[in-house]
């Protein structure tokens, strides 16, 4: 990414990855019809999450990890002209791969 943007706390920065515009079966999809992929890159990553005590709790995911998330997580924001995501690393299902 070649912003200056980091994320705060347990926030990371997510790239949906695109879907295919083809079924298997060889049928195009139009773009009226696609759903939002669930699936995206880290692109950044916060400094993670404090406890109790105020310890900083680092977070599982890091930059370039692929993950999975809910259909409705985070915030779409346009940073340097790129559709993002931010969430909070609860909101990532698994890392794939």
Not at 17 to 22: D, G, L, M, P, T
Not at 30 to 49: C, H, L, R, W, Y
Request: hydrophobic share 40%; net charge negative.
């Amino acid at each position: 990414m070649t912003t200056n943007f980091r994320p705060l706390h347990d926030r990371v920065v997510v790239r949906r990855v695109e879907s295919e515009a083809k079924t298997k079966g060889g049928i195009i999809i139009p773009d009226t019809a696609k759903e939002k992929p669930q699936e995206g890159e880290i692109v950044a990553v916060g400094s993670g999450a404090r406890d109790e005590s105020g310890k900083v709790v680092p977070l599982d995911v890091k930059a370039g990890d692929r993950v999975l998330f809910g259909k409705w997580s985070g915030t779409e924001v346009k940073l340097n002209g790129e559709d993002l995501l931010i969430m909070k690393e609860a909101d990532i299902m698994g890392i794939i791969g």
